[in-house]
């Protein structure tokens, strides 16, 4: 029982914290490859929320949420082991996609000046980035933090039942002396509703709060500018798509072929050889039923032991109503079988009735007929010559038509005239924009040189050699700068 149970949470940890490193690693390659020279890309989420300087505020979040989730379920010994070993399973998998997405396409560093502080060797600076001591600023698409953000924030709404409030209503037993055992109440604001497994249907007010904190936490990171919105984006939504994947898939496992990947998901949620119809709870595993008690690994329960009070559905009540819906429609069909047959009978012998299929296409053939020239002698008759005068009218009404169709037309000239000259100027305004944009990056990016090179100029270490070597540099760097200031005032001139 303590291997099946141990086995995978150790098997998760170590996985979780290989491809943690791994992200880190690619992190810093990936920050050495990014274009630094190039502007930020334009984004909405940056021009509709101020510019906030304290990125720091983005670790706070994600180690806050790291340690409430860890907290949370740490006390709970039932499911404990369950929901850590397949947060971190799921949270290693998207270290994987991260570092892959990161590391295959390169984009500009959504925050100009911003300046990396993981200047070593990069196995090195592994360590330091995954203990939030040194950071990067070029490992965009897509964000890390709000990856961890919506994995704690999924945890606790797909496994939490109002179990948090047991410490208060145990104090507030306490407080008030009495010896109630601590049960969950019905679903509304503190507790919610469950299915007929036992597992958690609707939001209630816990994980109303984690949600609101958790979207909170995504703001900060767009308003830092710590990354790009739409980083923001799909980090949230590849976080719920495979969430919801993965416990889709092990709640099929049992209808899946015996293969290897199946086989190891079996070990990995400890649950045997369920059989295909049984029903799955994401927090108790399989229901084995009365005939496969055997198969049953000792440390799973019956999904109907826990179910607790609520308006959740238990399995009796739920096959009973099915039962019913079965035994309805058998009735119903045996009636109409039965009106059927007393239709078809004879009175006399009791025998079935030959029906004469000519004579009644014949009679069905004639009623036709009757109708179609009851209609074309109603149409006959509705028929009336027009008048001169209504024909006078008709063309007066075309020729108006006409004149108001070429006014329309003529205003819709007008107007994509004036479409297309404001489209000019804000191009025009754009064009300068970006423009000074890249003047600034440009120079941000020389003067930072130029620094870097009078810093080692007036160490005393520095030999002459490396010192005429510098100043070389330092002489070309002020030509290009002459050059660049040069054309960018001839291309605005042209614009």
């Not at 274009?35 to 983005?58: E, M, V």
């Not at 229901?287 to 799973?300: D, F, I, K, T, V």
């Not at 600034?440 to 010192?467: C, F, P």
Request: aromatic share 12%; hydrophobic share 40%; net charge positive.
């Amino acid at each position: 029982m303590a291997r099946l149970t141990w086995l995978p949470l150790c098997f998760s940890i170590i996985f979780f914290l290989i491809t943690l490193y791994v992200n880190s690693l690619v992190q810093v390659w990936a920050d050495r490859n990014s274009p630094y020279w190039l502007p930020a890309l334009p984004d909405i989420g940056h021009k509709l929320l101020p510019y906030f300087s304290f990125y720091a505020i983005n670790n706070y979040f994600l180690l806050a949420s790291f340690l409430l989730v860890i907290i949370r379920y740490i006390f709970q010994r039932d499911i404990r082991l369950i929901v850590f070993r397949r947060w971190l399973f799921v949270q290693a998998v998207m270290f994987i996609m991260r570092s892959i997405s990161i590391y295959v396409t390169s984009l500009s560093v959504p925050l100009p000046g911003c300046n990396t502080t993981a200047v070593g060797s990069p196995p090195i600076e592994a360590f330091y980035i995954m203990s939030l001591i040194h950071a990067t600023c070029g490992d965009v698409l897509f964000s890390g933090h709000t990856v961890t953000l919506t994995l704690c924030a999924l945890a606790w709404t797909t496994y939490s039942k109002g179990e948090e409030h047991y410490p208060i209503r145990w104090l507030w037993n306490k407080y008030k002396g009495n010896n109630r055992e601590i049960t969950l109440g019905r679903p509304g604001w503190l507790f919610p509703k469950l299915d007929s497994t036992g597992d958690p249907l609707s939001f209630y007010i816990t994980s109303l709060l984690v949600w609101m904190f958790t979207i909170l936490g995504y703001l900060f990171i767009i308003a830092t500018r710590f990354h790009y919105t739409v980083d923001v984006f799909l980090g949230f939504l590849l976080s719920k798509l495979t969430w919801d994947t993965y416990h889709y898939y092990i709640k099929t496992l049992a209808e899946r072929r015996s293969i290897v990947i199946t086989r190891f998901f079996l070990w990995f949620e400890g649950y045997g050889h369920p059989p295909a119809d049984a029903p799955v709870s994401l927090l108790t595993g399989p229901s084995y039923g009365l005939q496969n008690q055997q198969e049953q690994p000792e440390h799973m329960e019956e999904p109907g032991q826990v179910a607790r009070p609520g308006d959740a559905k238990e399995m009796s009540t739920s096959v009973e109503i099915k039962k019913r819906k079965l035994s309805k429609k058998a009735d119903d069909s045996a009636q109409k079988k039965k009106k059927v047959q007393f239709s078809l009978k004879n009175d006399e012998n009791e025998k079935p009735k030959k029906l004469d299929f000519d004579s009644l296409s014949s009679s069905l053939k004639s009623r036709a007929s009757e109708k179609l020239g009851q209609v074309a002698a109603a149409k006959r008759q509705a028929r009336v010559k027009p008048d001169p005068s209504m024909l006078s009218n008709v063309k007066l009404i075309k020729k108006q038509l006409k004149s108001k169709q070429k006014q329309m037309e003529s205003k819709k000239k007008k107007k994509h005239i004036n479409i297309v000259q404001d489209k000019e100027n804000t191009t025009f305004r754009q064009r300068l924009k970006e423009r000074q944009k890249l003047r600034r990056g440009v120079l941000y990016d020389m003067a930072d040189k130029s620094k870097k090179i009078w810093e080692v100029l007036r160490r005393d270490e520095t030999t002459n050699e490396v010192r005429v070597k510098l100043c070389g540099e330092l002489m070309k760097l002020i030509e290009g700068n002459v050059k660049f200031l040069s054309m960018a005032h001839d291309t605005t001139r042209v614009l």
